[in-house]
T-cell receptor, first 115, second 112 residues
Framework: DVKVTQSSRYLVKRTGEKVFLECVQDMDHENMFWYRQDPGLGLRLIYFSYDVKMKEKGDIPEGYSVSREKKERFSLILESASTNQTSMYLCASSTYGPGWNSPLHFGNGTRLTVT | KNEVEQSPQNLTAQEGEFITINCSYS?????LHWLQQHPGGGIVSLFM???GKKKHGRLIATINIQEKHSSLHITASHPRDSAVYICAVGDEKETSGSRLTFGEGTQLTVNP
């Protein structure tokens, strides 16, 4: 079974802190994704990566950056955390793009609170 | 812009009932996903389909491309089916295949 592991389930940070969310997958997937999930808004794509060192902005990249130095690891960085970034963050991976019938494998999510 | 609408938003059923969750979308699609999210946050992929019907255990997913509509059915529902069910679609014009549009989800509660 594919395993996608997010480093923290719950995280509390202060406004202005730099925050790192880590995600590791063990199935040699090319594609990795970061989403945030908010009530009433569904899942929204922040960034995705289709190869090592390759990244593309999703629908809501402002205030975030990403890093993919190794194929198995995709990090989401909040450069200066703000209260409107309080959310559930979900990492996912897939062999091909999910729009081409490749299933997404999700981590358990990180619930981030910025105070 | 693709829009994905799910109905109902909330659904409460008694154990054993047949359940249907609906998903409508507005553009031509390359793929449709049904996902399940349990309390605590983890999401599991249930189905991917671009035509016809798929079955896995007590779950059945159907799609009507002409009507831009998909349904997820659960037969003989059980309290362990209680979860949020999410529909997501890939736009056929989105060449990378990396972007999905997600519905807001349907909260299902099955009472014993």
């Amino acid at each position: 079974d594919v395993k996608v592991t997010q480093s923290s389930r719950y995280l509390v940070k202060r406004t202005g802190e730099k925050v790192f969310l880590e995600c590791v997958q063990d199935m040699d997937h090319e594609n990795m994704f970061w989403y945030r999930q908010d009530p009433g808004l569904g899942l929204r794509l922040i960034y995705f990566s289709y190869d090592v060192k390759m990244k593309e902005k999703g629908d809501i990249p402002e205030g975030y950056s990403v890093s993919r130095e190794k194929k198995e690891r995709f990090s989401l960085i909040l450069e200066s955390a703000s209260t409107n970034q309080t959310s559930m963050y979900l990492c996912a991976s897939s062999t091909y793009g999910p729009g081409w019938n490749s299933p997404l494998h999700f981590g358990n999510g990180t619930r981030l609170t910025v105070t | 812009k693709n829009e994905v609408e799910q109905s109902p938003q909330n659904l409460t059923a008694q154990e054993g009932e047949f359940i249907t969750i609906n998903c409508s979308y507005s553009v031509g699609i390359s793929a449709l996903h049904w996902l399940q999210q349990h309390p605590g946050g983890g999401i599991v992929s249930l189905f991917m389909l671009s035509s016809g019907k798929k079955k896995h255990g007590r779950l059945i997913a159907t799609i009507n491309i002409q009507e831009k509509h998909s349904s997820l059915h659960i037969t003989a529902s059980h309290p362990r089916d209680s979860a949020v069910y999410i529909c997501a679609v890939g736009d056929e014009k989105e060449t990378s295949g990396s972007r999905l549009t997600f519905g807001e989800g349907t909260q299902l509660t099955v009472n014993p």
